[in-house]
């Protein structure tokens, strides 16, 4: 493919589109223009350390929503704030007028992830292992949060690679003192995050909605952009990535040959759910890659696809039924739905979703832009349902941008995404809040964390997009992958170093620690949680409050197994732990009988340690609530 054709066609499209964009009787365009800066407030009032919304957060940092129960939004998640940012970044970049009221945000977030970076937390530290940056959330003040919860989450590291580099590339283009900021001060916080993804992408984890253990498409599709564009900057800047982003091949083929039934893209395996795998999870993924001028095979899996565009139409119409989502009874197929996670979802009643819903009609907007700037598109066998719906003849074929057909597609698309806007905003209160979720029965209330950071964010890449304002193209012209089947994977160890310059604390000896697998086969009641604490920090000092919480993700009825790796903070020292029960209903704690001991090899070990036991104490009784 010739990078420079397409680019070519970069400047047709957009005059068009400023020409469209002009015309009078955009309604609903102009709703969006006035909508735009509203949730752009929103989001940044979302921001510590000044966010209206969110007092007591840290700089930089961003709170997930304000609600602090039902539910307890009060956090900031590693994805969230990545998805944020990326869009503000995109936001200054495209919009100098708006510069100065973004760029301390801008350098605050990336302060505050250097610090971040280095917080040791219940998926581990920084060093030696990295395995602490697939830590899922943090308290607000930038401190561990200690709860049970599905971790880890490997698309934290990436997505946050993604904003940031996004940051640097264009920082670098300013002149020598911003190439110099980008590489000495920006690149290492990005380095860390991608020397995670190059060694723990081929390892499960669970998914963006944190249900579901395995491999993830969404996370997958965001590892492979991280790798490949962090290849890019530090060619760019002359650093090295290492072997962590030699990986991106291998990643590509993983997504490529992994996920695909033959009719959609099945979102999570490697799981033992009962669910189709019909999910918003790859529709936005192809968000999160989308580059108006990648060819529709790049194996990144760009809107524009056969395979998405297939997977799109089958996620959707599972949510056209009028029995299950009575807000969309008797909507006609070429007509946009409120749309939510996946169909066999219950959380919170498993509603229709902001941010889906305008994740939708971005995902469209971008295929048609891709459409526009190749001047081509296809129908084929794989595609052709999705097309069928909004043009009924739909022949399969390529079409040039001269032929009816193509015209009459891309206006079909066209009014297909506006559609889906319409719905999101018909939902909206007066005010534009957004929440997380709205109702799928009458009266269509909003629902669940109000003023979700994320669901304003959805709405303005979905303004971006329609408005024709592409982000930096990342897809390189050579792109290339390996076809099924893939090599066996050997993902690389990573190295790892506090962002110092960036402003992470410069205190690695106190960073060290060795990684300990622990593992104890526990029968517990459903609500009941094993932990371990014990004599070192990680391990909460014997402070009960701080114990480290194990999972279940190999749990089983008959190998009642609770683990987790552990990075522990006394290299080189006897270690004294126990097993705690953490009752239902507030009921407190059933403590082991014994105390346990372990001897810990020193510093720089990076082979897990890994201990089988059997608890050795009372069990526990669920409560009454
Ligand atoms: C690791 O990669 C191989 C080769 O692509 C694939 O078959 C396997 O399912 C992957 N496993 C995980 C957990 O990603
Ligand atoms: C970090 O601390 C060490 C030891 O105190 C010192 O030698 C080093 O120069 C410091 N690094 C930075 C970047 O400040």
Same mark, same amino acid.
């Given at each position: 493919?010739?990078?420079?054709?397409?680019?070519?066609?970069?400047?047709?499209?957009?005059?068009?589109?400023?020409?469209?964009?002009?015309?009078?009787?955009?309604?609903?365009?102009?709703?969006?223009?006035?909508?735009?800066?509203?949730?752009?407030?929103?989001?940044?009032?979302?921001?510590?350390?000044?966010?209206?919304?969110?007092?007591?957060?840290?700089?930089?940092?961003?709170?997930?929503?304000?609600?602090?129960?039902?539910?307890?939004?009060?956090?900031?998640?590693?994805?969230?704030?990545?998805?944020?940012?990326?869009?503000?970044?995109?936001?200054?970049?495209?919009?100098?007028?708006?510069?100065?009221?973004?760029?301390?945000?801008?350098?605050?977030?990336?302060?505050?992830?250097?610090?971040?970076?280095?917080?040791?937390?219940?998926?581990?530290? /920084? /060093?030696?292992?990295?395995?602490?940056?697939?830590?899922?959330?943090?308290?607000?003040?930038?401190?561990?949060?200690?709860?049970?919860?599905?971790?880890?989450?490997?698309?934290?590291?990436? /997505?946050?690679?993604?904003?940031?580099?996004?940051?640097?590339?264009?920082?670098?283009?300013?002149?020598?003192?911003?190439?110099?900021?980008?590489?000495?001060?920006?690149?290492?916080?990005?380095?860390?995050?991608?020397?995670?993804?190059?060694?723990?992408?081929?390892?499960?984890?669970?998914?963006?909605?944190?249900?579901?253990?395995?491999?993830?498409? %969404?996370?997958?599709?965001?590892?492979?952009?991280?790798?490949?564009?962090?290849?890019?900057?530090?060619?760019?800047?002359?650093?090295?990535?290492?072997?962590?982003?030699?990986?991106?091949?291998?990643?590509?083929?993983?997504?490529?040959?992994?996920?695909?039934?033959?009719?959609?893209?099945?979102?999570?395996?490697?799981?033992?759910?009962?669910?189709?795998?019909?999910?918003?999870?790859?529709?936005?993924?192809?968000?999160?890659? %989308?580059?108006?001028?990648?060819?529709?095979?790049?194996?990144?899996?760009?809107?524009?696809?056969?395979? $998405?565009?297939?997977?799109?139409?089958?996620?959707?119409?599972?949510?056209?039924?009028?029995?299950?989502?009575?807000?969309?009874?008797?909507?006609?197929?070429?007509?946009?739905?409120?749309?939510?996670?996946?169909?066999?979802?219950?959380?919170?009643?498993?509603?229709?979703?902001?941010?889906?819903?305008?994740?939708?009609?971005?995902?469209?907007?971008?295929?048609?832009?891709?459409?526009?700037?190749?001047?081509?598109?296809?129908?084929?066998?794989?595609?052709?349902?999705?097309?069928?719906?909004?043009?009924?003849?739909?022949?399969?074929?390529?079409?040039?941008?001269?032929?009816?057909?193509?015209?009459?597609?891309?206006? $079909?698309?066209?009014?297909?995404?506006?559609?889906?806007?319409?719905?999101?905003?018909?939902?909206?209160?007066?005010?534009?809040?957004?929440?997380?979720?709205?109702?799928?029965?009458?009266?269509?209330?909003?629902?669940?964390?109000?003023?979700?950071?994320?669901?304003?964010?959805?709405?303005?890449?979905?303004?971006?997009?329609?408005?024709?304002?592409?982000?930096?193209?990342?897809?390189?012209?050579?792109?290339?992958?390996?076809?099924?089947?893939?090599?066996?994977?050997?993902?690389?160890?990573?190295?790892?170093?506090?962002?110092?310059?960036?402003?992470?604390?410069?205190?690695?000896?106190?960073?060290?620690?060795?990684?300990?697998?622990?593992?104890?086969?526990?029968?517990?009641?459903?609500?009941?949680?094993?932990?371990?604490?014990?004599?070192?920090?990680? /391990?909460?000092?014997?402070?009960?409050?701080?114990?480290?919480?194990?999972?279940?993700?190999?749990?089983?009825?008959?190998?009642?197994?609770?683990?987790?790796?552990?990075?522990?903070?006394?290299?080189?020292?006897?270690?004294?732990?126990?097993?705690?029960?953490?009752?239902?209903?507030?009921?407190?704690?059933?403590?082991?009988?014994?105390?346990?001991?372990?001897?810990?090899?020193?510093?720089?070990?990076?082979?897990?340690?890994?201990?089988?036991?059997?608890?050795?104490?009372?069990?526990?009784?669920?409560?009454?609530?």
């Amino acid at each position: 493919m010739v990078l420079g054709s397409r680019r070519l066609g970069l400047a047709v499209a957009s005059l068009v589109l400023v020409i469209s964009a002009g015309a009078a009787c955009d309604e609903l365009g102009d709703d969006i223009t006035q909508q735009r800066p509203v949730a752009l407030e929103a989001v940044l009032d979302n921001i510590g350390p000044d966010g209206s919304q969110v007092p007591g957060t840290a700089a930089g940092l961003v709170v997930a929503s304000p609600s602090r129960n039902d539910p307890d939004y009060f956090f900031t998640w590693s994805r969230d704030a990545a998805l944020t940012f990326k869009m503000i970044v995109e936001e200054y970049i495209r919009d100098p007028s708006g510069r100065s009221h973004l760029e301390g945000h801008i350098r605050n977030y990336i302060r505050s992830q250097a610090i971040l970076q280095t917080v040791a937390n219940p998926s581990g530290t /920084l /060093l030696p292992s990295g395995r602490g940056l697939g830590e899922v959330k943090y308290h607000v003040d930038g401190s561990r949060f200690n709860g049970a919860w599905g971790r880890p989450q490997h698309d934290g590291p990436s /997505l946050r690679a993604i904003a940031v580099i996004g940051f640097a590339k264009w920082l670098a283009e300013q002149g020598p003192e911003g190439e110099a900021e980008a590489r000495d001060v920006i690149w290492p916080v990005i380095a860390n995050d991608l020397s995670y993804t190059g060694q723990y992408w081929n390892t499960t984890g669970f998914d963006l909605w944190e249900e579901v253990h395995g491999a993830s498409f %969404f996370t997958v599709q965001s590892q492979y952009r991280a790798l490949v564009e962090g290849a890019q900057l530090a060619d760019r800047l002359g650093v090295s990535c290492g072997p962590a982003c030699d990986e991106a091949p291998e990643v590509a083929c993983f997504l490529n040959a992994a996920f695909w039934n033959g009719q959609y893209f099945v979102s999570n395996i490697h799981n033992s759910h009962a669910r189709s795998g019909r999910d918003a999870n790859s529709m936005l993924g192809s968000n999160v890659v %989308f580059d108006v001028n990648a060819p529709c095979d790049s194996p990144s899996i760009q809107p524009c696809a056969s395979r $998405a565009l297939a997977s799109f139409k089958q996620w959707v119409d599972g949510f056209r039924d009028g029995n299950a989502y009575p807000i969309n009874s008797g909507i006609p197929p070429n007509r946009g739905v409120a749309v939510g996670r996946y169909t066999e979802d219950v959380y919170l009643g498993g509603h229709p979703w902001y941010l889906i819903t305008y994740g939708a009609a971005e995902f469209l907007y971008n295929a048609v832009a891709q459409w526009k700037r190749q001047g081509s598109l296809t129908i084929d066998s794989t595609s052709r349902a999705f097309f069928a719906d909004l043009y009924s003849r739909a022949p399969e074929g390529t079409y040039r941008a001269d032929d009816s057909v193509f015209s009459l597609v891309v206006d $079909a698309v066209t009014a297909y995404a506006d559609s889906f806007v319409e719905v999101a905003r018909r939902y909206t209160p007066e005010d534009g809040a957004l929440a997380e979720q709205f109702d799928r029965r009458p009266p269509f209330q909003p629902v669940g964390a109000r003023d979700l950071t994320w669901s304003y964010a959805a709405l303005i890449t979905m303004a971006a997009s329609r408005a024709g304002e592409y982000a930096a193209s990342w897809v390189p012209a050579d792109e290339s992958a390996p076809s099924a089947p893939c090599p066996r994977p050997e993902p690389p160890h990573g190295t790892y170093f506090p962002a110092i310059a960036a402003g992470a604390p410069n205190n690695t000896d106190s960073l060290c620690a060795v990684p300990v697998e622990f593992r104890v086969l526990a029968r517990t009641y459903y609500g009941e949680d094993i932990y371990v604490f014990g004599s070192a920090s990680s /391990l909460g000092d014997w402070d009960i409050n701080n114990a480290q919480p194990l999972s279940t993700n190999e749990y089983s009825d008959s190998h009642p197994l609770w683990n987790a790796v552990v990075d522990v903070d006394a290299p080189g020292e006897r270690l004294a732990y126990k097993y705690v029960r953490r009752q239902n209903c507030n009921q407190g704690y059933v403590y082991e009988w014994v105390d346990r001991y372990l001897d810990l090899p020193p510093c720089g070990t990076t082979d897990v340690l890994v201990v089988n036991e059997q608890w050795n104490g009372p069990t526990g009784q669920p409560g009454n609530c």
